[in-house]
């Protein structure tokens, strides 16, 4: 069956033709890949993965101590919502800032659970390499040089939100988390090895992302989508629930900071050829309408979108 493109990290790293060609590709058609060969160790997954579940198998009551207030983005919360299908949203998950180090909010992270700490912190700065690299690498196919997206975007912080999905009998009923795309710049997730849950929506088709063991999932946010001048994609996905097996996932968002103004970089633009093809905005304003409203069958990104 259809599935994401495969990249190979290594030969990225090493700047191999063919493997960054492949990321190009993957990234217009796509919006999503997995990575394998991305260096971070097994046992850094696996302490990361093992510190999530010890986490989602605290009693209610402990989970609660470090909960989410009104508008708060981070902290332990459910998104038990009610989406367009009128499908429930069947999730419990915790949100932490995890980068820069410290931009972290301790009280929201379970400290008296052992290793938590240590694994989220040696996971999440891993992962904030594999995401600066790529980044590295989508520079410079982007026409700039490798330095070129972190000189506009700054140093990314990064939003760690672990995601725990119960088992469900009626999955037909209930999805996991309704269709969306990632507001940030880059998106890197670690999922079970053997639940499927994850899907992103490709020519009109749900397509399933059949795990590969320990490889890593990375997708495109809005925020490149809108750098890139609509090159790259940020594309719609969705996780649905396992009539059997519950699942447990990190997504790792790479963000810019609240106050950068956003919009299509200068390499991507050629008017009148490519014009502009979003407004310019700042980063927390696209991520307030972004969160007050529903996918709704049409991008978030057209929010921003520069109609012609
Ligand atoms: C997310 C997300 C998918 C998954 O947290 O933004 O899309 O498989 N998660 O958990
Ligand atoms: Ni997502």
Redesign the pocket.
Known sequence: SLQIPIIDFSLLAKGDEHETRKLDLACKEWGFFQIRNHGVQVKILQKMKAAMAAFFELPLMEKKKYAMGANDLEGYGQAYVVSEEQKLDW?D?VALKTLPLEQRNLNFWPLNLPGFKEAVEDYSIEVQKVAEEINANLSILMGMERDGLKRYQGELKQLM?M?Y?PPCSSPDLVV??SP?S?GGSL?V?L?DDDVI??QIKHKGEWIP?KPIPNAL?VNIGDAIEIMSNGVYKSIE???ITNEKKA?I?A?A?AHVDDELEIGPLDSMVDDPHRPPMYKKIKYIDYIRQVLARKMDGKAHTDLVKIQT
Do not use: I, P
Request: proline content about 0%.
């Open positions: 999730c998950l939100r995601n999905y996991g988390v969306h990632d998106t997730l999922q849950g994850l992302v999932v996905h969705r996780a699942r996932s997504a968002f």
